[in-house]
């Protein structure tokens, strides 16, 4: 093996750093272990076991820097900075998992262990092979202290490779930064690492505009420095005058975060007013923090005009990842909204360090909230069956939307993101519960699944072991674990479904003694216009398609390709007995022939007739009359090849029967369009919901509704009504 070998500068860099990191980490570690790292080290480059990576950084340089960086920005912690050092050369086969137990013991171990699976799993391109990007994120949840070595690695990566010659290869590192690592830095309230990532991210890939950006900001600076000095200014003196204890301190928002208003504003640098924040840091007993928080806050809005819509309270409620402030907004001099972050230095602590400051790193798991989340995520990453960057999408959207906290009867705290619904809270508690609620009780009052949580609210859910996932309700769950679960029970159902149809299909030809086999199945399949075999088989176990009328198609098909039909003319029909027929009604609604009753016919599926629609009879090879629509989609096949089958129909005039009509509808795929629609259904009087069936593809839905009414008259009055619903685009009978 070739022996890695130091610049002069390397080896200036490595000895500064490792001293530097040896004062960090003080009494944590010997004297004795620090000889013991560095020589470790030494001997795996001087054997070949540290390899240059593929932007040619040194590994021992690049796990220094990550070592520095991690007890500078989250936390010192000796057995996360040895596992980092020991990592490459532990990789590359210096010694086994086994000897690093023995000698540094089983914590390091596993660390090093999660962080070589990372390494093994990035080796096979993780971001094109949606497997190896899901088993990725899996490794990552296994170990809190792995999620913050990568995210503290990445940061000390991307700070290395400025003005690197491989641009496609800084442009994918840049967009695994802004996509995954920046989203989990969130989470865990390393803000200054996630602004970091975003605006190194933004830098990378779109140089121009960060450059444009940081250039304004350094023109203004000095104008912004004595705007900050002057609202600052009366601040201090009434802080001071009420006692309090703080440090004030101004600070301009992150580049990545003002392009982000830019874009939502559709405005340029100079109309965007609040591109800094003022920070005041109380220093208070703990029993004090929040007391202190609320007088500082009272005299600010008693100075400055508060705007109530932009308050943000994280006292009362910390978010979940432990990040307590108060936040708000003020009208300022020259007529400038300004905000405000008011906390204590603990609270301040937290949010520059994040929860990982305080963990004792002393097991696989983390703690309290965090832990929960994380849950989540495998949950997430276990069911999802979209590709790496729509992951990577989710994921981003769930850490940060803004949050809601709600409560069990038994007091339980539980947060979800901003528009979170009953349904999304009872898939958080439980998937079994989730599949089976009904609704809630929110705050002692009776509440559909899809009634959105605000904070406070105490919620029950309410359940019953008939109910079943429904296609709708991907239209209003807003969390990726609910919309993934939904997503695999309605798969299950589909298919369970599936095999109830095959078996019907399968006992009746059985019965019928008519034998089809597997090339005949996939001929009816393409002409019956179903694009799968399975969805053939559902619409038979849903009652859309008729058994007999399926095996009369097909012996149609058969009939066709060998001989042909039988002569039947509407002239020599011979009256049958009534039989047991499929008629809406027990009274006769209509008329075949001369007027004569008693003859079994049932409706058409291929076009649904209902009361109204100008409609004939046609006599079918089983004898039995079938009543078509003249526009029905097979009249001109029928009246072309069977002209002597066709019997004059009219309807007898008699309302009262219920018929089934299938509405096509198209629209926009906003949330709750389709409660809208079923609401109009429910509330028109003589119609009753039967069936609906709904999919959504790029932010548009198309579905069908099977729907019971007594006549044609009604059946357009709804269809009226259905185009009014805001976001339908179009309603068509079909």
């Known amino acids: ?269 100079d109309g965007i007013y609040d591109l800094f924040a003022i920070r005041i840091v109380l220093d208070s007993e703990p029993e004090k923090e929040k007391s202190d928080c609320w007088m500082a806050y009272s005299l600010i809005t008693d100075m400055y005009r508060p705007n109530p819509s932009r308050m943000k309270d994280w006292i009362s409620i910390p978010k979940s990842n432990g990040y307590e402030s108060l936040h708000i907004t003020v009208y300022g001099p020259q007529d400038r909204w300004v905000e405000v972050q008011i906390r204590t230095r603990r609270m301040d602590l937290i949010a520059e360090k994040g929860l990982a400051a305080h963990w004792k790193y002393k097991g696989i798991k983390s703690e309290g909230n965090l832990d929960t989340w994380m849950n989540n995520v495998r949950d997430i990453l276990e069911t999802a069956d979209s590709g790496p960057m729509e992951l990577m999408r989710n994921m981003r959207m769930d850490v940060y939307d803004k949050e809601v906290f709600v409560f069990t009867p038994k007091g339980d705290l539980y947060n979800l993101p901003l528009g979170a619904t009953v349904l999304d809270f009872a898939f958080m508690i439980h998937t079994k519960l989730g599949t089976i609620c009904t609704g809630a009780r929110v705050n002692g009052k009776n509440q559909k699944i899809n009634y959105r949580l605000a904070s406070g609210d105490t919620v029950e859910i309410l359940t019953s072991p008939t109910q079943q996932p429904k296609q709708d309700w991907l239209n209003f769950v807003v969390t990726s674990k609910a919309r993934n679960k939904i997503k695999v029970s309605l798969k299950e159902a589909e298919g ?125 090879a089983e004898g039995v009359i079938k009543i078509h629509k003249r526009d029905c989609p097979n009249a001109a096949n029928i009246h072309e090849r069977y002209p002597y089958r066709i019997i004059n129909t009219r309807w007898s005039g008699k309302i009262g029967a219920q018929f089934a009509a299938t509405l096509r509808i198209v629209g926009r795929d906003d949330i709750g369009i389709v409660t809208n629609i079923t609401s109009i259904i429910n509330k028109e009087a003589g119609t009753t919901l039967r069936n609906i069936s709904i999919e959504s593809h790029d932010s548009l839905f198309h579905g069908f509704v099977v729907i019971g009414v007594s006549d044609q008259q009604t059946l357009n009055k709804l269809i009226k009504k259905l185009k009014t619903v805001k976001g339908v685009k179009d309603v068509q009978r079909s």
Request: charged share 25%.
């Open 1 to 269: 093996m070739e022996q890695l070998i130091f610049t002069p500068e390397e080896q200036n860099h490595v000895h500064e750093t490792l001293s530097h990191v040896t004062r960090i980490l003080g009494h944590d570690t010997s004297t004795a272990e620090i000889e013991r790292l560095r020589h470790d080290l030494m001997d795996a480059a001087a054997g070949g076991f540290c390899h240059r990576d593929s932007f040619g950084i040194n590994p021992i340089c690049r796990s220094l820097d990550t070592v520095a960086a991690l007890c500078e920005m989250v936390s010192p912690d000796k057995n996360m900075a040895v596992a980092i050092l020991l990592f490459n050369p532990v990789r590359h086969g210096f010694m086994t998992i086994a000897e690093l137990t023995e000698r540094w013991g089983e914590d390091v171990a596993r660390i090093v262990g999660g962080l070589i699976k990372v390494s093994e799993l990035y080796a096979k391109s993780p971001s094109v092979e949606s497997e190896n990007f899901r088993n990725l994120l899996l490794t990552f949840a296994e170990d809190i202290r792995v999620i913050i070595i990568m995210i503290v690695d990445r940061y000390v990566l991307m700070r290395t490779i400025n003005h690197h010659p491989d641009e496609q290869h800084v442009h994918k590192v840049a967009l695994e930064a802004n996509y995954l690592y920046a989203p989990l830095a969130h989470r865990l309230g390393l803000y200054a690492i996630k602004s970091a990532l975003e605006d190194m991210s933004l830098k990378y890939n779109h140089r121009d505009i960060y450059s444009r950006i940081a250039g304004k900001l350094n023109q203004t600076k000095a104008s912004r420095d004595a705007y900050i000095d002057g609202f600052i200014a009366p601040v201090k003196q009434k802080l001071e005058a009420a006692g309090l204890k703080f440090e004030i301190k101004g600070r301009t928002k992150s580049i990545y975060s003002i392009w982000n208003k830019m874009k939502k504003q559709k405005n340029d640098i």
């Open 496 to 620: 369970r479904a599936g095999d109830l149809g095959k078996e019907l299909l399968q006992r009746r030809c059985k019965n019928r003694k008519v034998d089809i086999d597997d090339a005949a199945i996939s001929r009816l399949v393409k002409r019956l216009g179903y694009k799968t075999i399975t969805e053939f088989y559902v619409a038979i176990a849903d009652g859309k398609l008729e058994v007999n009328s399926v095996i009369e198609t097909y012996l149609e098909m058969e009939r066709r390709a060998d001989t042909p039909a039988e002569r039947i003319s509407a002239d020599t029909y011979v009256m049958q007995a009534p039989q047991e027929t499929e008629q809406p009604d027990k009274s006769e609604v209509v008329v075949i022939g001369e007027g004569i009753k008693g003859i079994n016919y049932r409706l058409a599926k291929c076009c649904n007739p209902i009361y109204g629609d100008d409609v004939f009879g046609f006599i079918s």
